[in-house]
């Protein structure tokens, strides 16, 4: 098993550019989210899907959209990316909204 | 508001000097307190997680502890390999996780 996945795992954008992060897991769970990581800071939840088909903002969801795919895939997106939003962004997944997450690899993003 | 702070923010330990990393919350009704260990570049690795006050976990060196006020991750004997930033999170019923800073702990062979 992968566990959770991201793509890419480092990306380059100039302020105003669009990108899509990806993220698939494969352990059948029904939660997803995204977070950012920033230095000194703890992970803040951007979105989450508590299950397929349903998705609600986190604590810092501006400039931000989401797309539940599937039961696997939960796809975060810039549309006019910002130098505030250069930071490390981290995929997670739980068998429900309730349980322990586990937590993808990170894709390091850079807004010039 | 739900919060969770870490304490210290780094620490540094000789190999074999045992110590304690501390977790305090004011979740509201918490139902669960995780700990996630998180190595540079990557993405952070669950733990444990406790459910109610007087509860233990223990995987090989770590042991972590909850009291109603907080959470305490006891590293007996740590060696190098256990360096690493450790993150705690609170969490409540229908609510989202909440995580503090974490600890970043350095063990000096």
């Known amino acids: 098993n992968a566990g959770v996945t991201q793509t890419p795992k480092f990306q380059v954008l100039k302020t105003g550019q669009s990108m899509t992060l990806q993220c698939a897991q494969d352990m059948n769970h029904n939660s997803m989210y995204w977070y950012r990581q920033d230095p000194g800071m703890g992970l803040r939840l951007i979105y989450y899907s508590a299950s397929e088909g349903t998705t609600d903002k986190g604590e810092v969801p501006n400039g931000y959209n989401v797309s539940r795919l599937n039961k696997r895939e939960f796809s975060l997106r810039l549309e006019s990316a910002a130098p505030s939003q250069t930071s490390v962004y981290f995929c997670?997944?739980?068998?429900?909204?309730?349980?322990?997450?586990?937590f993808g690899p990170g894709t390091r993003l850079t807004v010039l | 508001e739900d919060q969770v702070t870490q304490s210290p923010e780094a620490l540094r330990l000789q190999e074999g000097e045992s110590s304690s990393l501390n977790c305090s919350y004011t979740v509201s009704g918490l139902r669960g307190l995780f700990w996630y260990r998180q190595d540079p570049g990557k993405g952070p690795e669950f733990l444990f997680t406790l459910y109610s006050a007087g509860e233990e976990k223990e995987k090989e060196r770590l042991k972590a502890t909850l009291t109603k006020k907080e959470s305490f991750l006891h590293i007996t004997a740590p060696k190098p390999e256990d360096s690493a930033t450790y993150l705690c999170a609170g969490h409540s019923y229908g609510q989202n996780f909440v995580f503090g800073p974490g600890t970043r702990l350095s063990v000096l062979p």
């Open positions: 997670a997944s739980s068998e429900w909204r309730d349980n322990e997450q586990f």
